[in-house]
């Protein structure tokens, strides 16, 4: 079975620019969650979809949005970029919202907005 | 919302045993969750618990005490593989939404 895949693994943006970062999921898997994670810290939760639906929302500004497809991939998408908006993206895979295998991590995309 | 608390950092020696503990406050339990992270990759799952108890993983082992709440991993047999931070993540109601502690940074000497 394949793992989670993101694309691209390093970013450079420009304040006030917009981003999208990609993601497959796990081969089996419909939910997929977007982290945020600042260096030194744990990853902080964005948004979570269930096929193809949002199912939950971190505390992150209405320009952080995303989409998932029928596939189960999924997109984050980032407005206007701000200096803080730096860090690791992580998008994370799971067999349902609710199951009791944790997540599989994709690799994760370093964005840095400069 | 959550508070999840976790040691920054802990060191131990080769071969020892290690206990990292977690404490949470939070408004909806379903479910604890540990992972390990190593520099510069993705956090990979370790254990789950979501009934009081210990969860037993080979060298790995997992409490809960929801009254308490309260967690810990129970690192045995320590290797020198297993430097890395290890994230408490707590799982709120039915969304699914998890929320991760930042971490507690081992380092495991010879």
């Known amino acids: 079975e394949t793992g989670v895949t993101q694309s691209p693994t390093h970013l450079i943006k420009t304040r006030g620019q917009q981003v999208t970062l990609r993601c497959s999921s796990q081969?089996?898997?419909?939910?997929v969650s977007w982290y945020q994670q600042a260096l030194g810290q744990g990853p902080q939760f964005i948004f979570q979809y269930y096929r193809e639906e949002e199912n939950g929302r971190g505390n992150f500004p209405p320009r952080f949005s995303g989409l998932q497809f029928p596939n189960y991939s999924s997109e984050l998408n980032v407005n206007a970029l701000e200096l803080d908006d730096s860090a690791l993206y992580l998008c994370a895979s799971s067999s349902a919202p609710t199951d009791n295998y944790g997540y599989t991590f994709g690799s994760g995309t370093r964005l840095t907005v400069v | 919302g959550q508070n999840i608390d976790q040691p920054t950092e802990m060191t131990a020696t080769e071969g020892a045993i290690v206990q990292i503990n977690c404490t949470y406050q939070t408004s909806g339990f379903n479910g604890l969750f540990w992972y390990q992270q190593h520099a510069g990759e993705a956090p990979t799952f370790l254990s789950y618990?979501?009934?009081?108890g210990l969860e037993e993983k080979g060298r790995f082992s997992s409490f809960l005490s929801r009254s308490k709440g309260y967690s810990y991993l129970l690192l045995k047999e320590l290797q020198m593989k297993d430097s890395a931070s290890y994230l408490c993540a707590v799982r709120e109601g039915n969304a699914g939404k998890s929320t991760f502690g930042d971490g507690t940074t081992l380092t495991v000497k010879p």
């Open positions: 081969s089996g898997h419909n939910t």
């Open positions: 618990n979501v009934l009081d």
